[in-house]
């Protein structure tokens, strides 16, 4: 038998213990205590009696027994033995304490009447249990998070950065969990206070700077960032770091404190590096929770929510308790699939699921009257500008004539914050997509001078992972060996990542002043050229091709996030949040926009709308 055989072997026996007392667990325990006590009490006998011929071996051991059965009455009641507490824990030890030294102070108390043991044996005994299986259990504990305790060929060797709470729960799971394929050998972190710090049997080595050499002199196949909270900045120096290594070596992140499901990290939570972890910005912060009181106990309608931005924002709105949440969408599909990721079923025959044409006016104000919503959110438009350049009438119909139509209604139906979800193309539009959500911007700031309530815009770029995004394309586009369509080598885009883009919009309805469009600040654009390559090289599929394509009509080379006559001046409530106002529009203007006729001179009279400088025409 090789060696390899032999260590395999030598694993699985290793396995079938570690399962056999798991599944024993309280019969072993409970024996060991027993045992735990007659030895202590023996050991104090041959102590005390070491020089004397005549010992009560007897009287020793019964009464050694009897108190082991009454500490197996007590555990039992306590459920100490069956797992209440975790093996070796602080909590574990208090109550083992508790209940040792309870135990041997009571027994001490009953034998001073007929004594059948040296008065002070109980309470010595009590303590050399009491270090008998405490030992024992911190033994085993450690035994199982001793790294490379499990080492059968397949299994990966990973370096951790970061030594903080993320990093602890993902040691326990990695070295807990029978499945994991994951060995943690060393830790990384720039703290000098936690020079000398052992997690889990798991030493801290160095700083990051030192990651490459660790890599090599750990012979790692991988490297977990187990910091949530790591900035781009960060994940872009250790992926550096690792890849001038002499070994190759995987790179994998924890999700953002926002993201993860549960305050705990487990393997679970492992993933690759991905777009999101290279926005060169950092992501925008928003306190979710003191900015969003407006939501609970409210009634909120979100409309468009089976999107890509409606359903997530339906998502983080049901976090705050709203007192009721409708879904408005006319595709029943998607409103299948929202319910479905809320509620865990979608059964649609529930109250909170609206399905309803914007376009339709009746319809649409039958709903609003009926349901009387506190505050809506208004996502549904159409967004595909290739396909808006084709059909300009549906833009109108739908991104113009369908926002009069919400806004209408919420204005009927006394709706107090109403906030239109619009683009960076509505900032010197160039496109049927741009001029007709610059005129629902516009409609909307017209309302809110009317009303004087809160009605506003928020606009952003290219939102990562949205349906029909660039990164989806290019997914596809890889996964089927190429090319990669680029339209220009030099064009380039603002990217946000749709929990962000929610979190503005939550946040532009507890910030926003009525008429203005709140702009994030986004940082520098990115490249679509390297948005290409970087997914290119993470498939690892080298040999797939960029092929350009050239811009489409209404494209433009560089996005704008505000107009020549808009300035970045105003951000008097978040440092990344822009106040921008809007020349409102008259709804009577808009209402001469034709959709029927050419193409060119739909698009024609949109483009010119958007640019109308008559601003209402309607005294509120």
Not at 104 to 114: E, Q, T
Not at 535 to 549: D, L, N, P, R, W
Request: charged fraction near 25%.
């Amino acid at each position: 038998m090789g060696m390899r055989q032999m260590r395999s072997l030598l694993v699985a026996r290793e396995k079938t213990l570690v399962r056999w007392v798991r599944q024993h667990r309280t019969a072993l325990m409970g024996a060991f205590d027993v045992a735990a006590w007659l030895a202590g009490f023996l050991f104090f006998a041959a102590l005390r009696f070491a020089e004397s011929s005549e010992v009560p071996w007897a009287q020793v051991a019964v009464v050694g027994i009897v108190t082991g059965l009454l500490h197996l009455a007590v555990c039992r009641g306590l459920r100490l033995h069956e797992g209440r507490q975790r093996t070796a824990s602080l909590e574990e030890v208090a109550t083992l304490g508790l209940v040792t030294l309870g135990l041997g102070f009571g027994v001490f108390l009953v034998n001073l009447l007929p004594i059948w043991v040296p008065r002070s044996a109980p309470a010595l005994a009590a303590l050399t249990a009491l270090a008998l299986m405490v030992g024992v259990r911190a033994a085993w504990r450690l035994a199982l998070q001793v790294p490379g305790h499990r080492r059968p060929d397949g299994l990966s060797r990973v370096v951790v950065v970061g030594a903080g709470d993320a990093a602890n729960d993902l040691l326990r799971s990695m070295q807990r969990d029978p499945d994991s394929t994951w060995i943690p050998v060393a830790l990384l972190d720039d703290d000098p206070r936690k020079r000398y710090l052992r997690l889990r049997g798991v030493a801290v080595t160095g700083p990051l700077a030192d990651l490459a050499d660790t890599i090599e002199r750990a012979d790692a196949d991988a490297v977990v960032v187990a910091i949530p909270s790591a900035s781009t900045e960060l994940i872009t120096d250790i992926r550096r770091a690792a890849a001038s290594a002499d070994r190759v070596v995987d790179v994998k992140v924890l999700p953002s404190t926002a993201q993860l499901l549960t305050d705990k990290v487990d393997i679970r939570d492992i993933r690759d590096i991905n777009l999101t972890d290279y926005l060169g910005r950092s992501q925008l912060d928003t306190d979710m929770d003191s900015i969003a009181e407006y939501l609970t106990g409210q009634r909120i309608l979100v409309t468009g929510a089976g999107g890509s931005i409606g359903s997530e924002l339906c998502r983080q709105i049901s976090r705050f308790e709203p007192a009721e949440l409708m879904m408005l969408d006319r595709d029943e599909s998607a409103l299948h699939a929202v319910q479905l990721s809320l509620t865990g079923q979608a059964l649609l025959d529930s109250e909170d699921v609206i399905l309803c044409d914007i376009r339709d006016t009746l319809a649409l104000h039958r709903v609003m009257l009926e349901r009387r919503p506190d505050v809506v959110f208004h996502a549904a438009a159409l967004k595909h500008l290739p396909m808006l350049e084709q059909y300009p009438a549906e833009a109108v119909k739908t991104n113009v004539w369908g926002t009069r139509n919400v806004l209408d209604a919420a204005e009927a139906a006394g709706v107090e914050r109403f906030v239109n979800i619009s683009t960076d193309k509505a900032a010197d539009p160039c496109s049927v997509l741009g001029w007709s959500k610059r005129l629902s911007e516009r409609l909307t700031a017209e309302r809110a001078r009317i009303t004087g309530k809160a009605y506003l815009s928020v606009r952003f770029g290219n939102v990562l992972g949205s349906r029909g995004s660039v990164l989806t394309a290019f997914a596809k586009q890889i996964a089927a060996g190429g090319p990669v369509t680029v339209t220009d080598p030099d064009v380039t885009r603002f990217f946000m990542t749709v929990e962000e883009a929610c979190q503005l919009v939550v946040q532009a309805a507890a910030i926003g002043r009525p008429g203005e469009a709140l702009v994030l600040d986004m940082g520098e654009p990115i490249r679509i050229q390297d948005v290409a390559r970087q997914m290119i090289a993470h498939s690892g599929k080298t040999t797939v091709e960029i092929e350009y394509t050239g811009l489409r009509p209404g494209e433009k080379m560089h996005e704008d996030l505000f107009g020549e006559d808009e300035s970045d001046n105003s951000r008097p409530e978040h440092p990344l949040v822009s106040h921008v106002p809007v020349p409102p529009i008259s709804q009577a203007t808009t209402e001469d926009l034709p959709t029927t006729g050419s193409r060119d001179h739909v698009r024609d009279a949109i483009a010119a709308m958007s640019a109308a400088k008559d601003l209402s025409s309607r005294v509120g």
